[in-house]
């Protein structure tokens, strides 16, 4: 097994699935929330992990 798990980010906004990001198992017990850019918003908007 790998020591890192592919995770999905998307924006809160438009719903849209932007990114795949790699996180390591031992931080995995919460979600991950960024604040990145969409693409498709136009702006930068809070991205939540998503399964």
């Not at 790699?22 to 399964?51: D, F, I, Q, V, W």
């Amino acid at each position: 097994m790998a020591k890192d798990d592919k995770i999905i980010l998307a924006c809160t906004v438009c719903l849209s699935r932007n990114y795949a990001t790699h996180r390591s198992k031992s931080k995995a017990n919460k979600r991950l929330e960024l604040m990145k850019y969409c693409p498709r918003c136009g702006r930068k908007t809070l991205h939540k992990e998503t399964k």
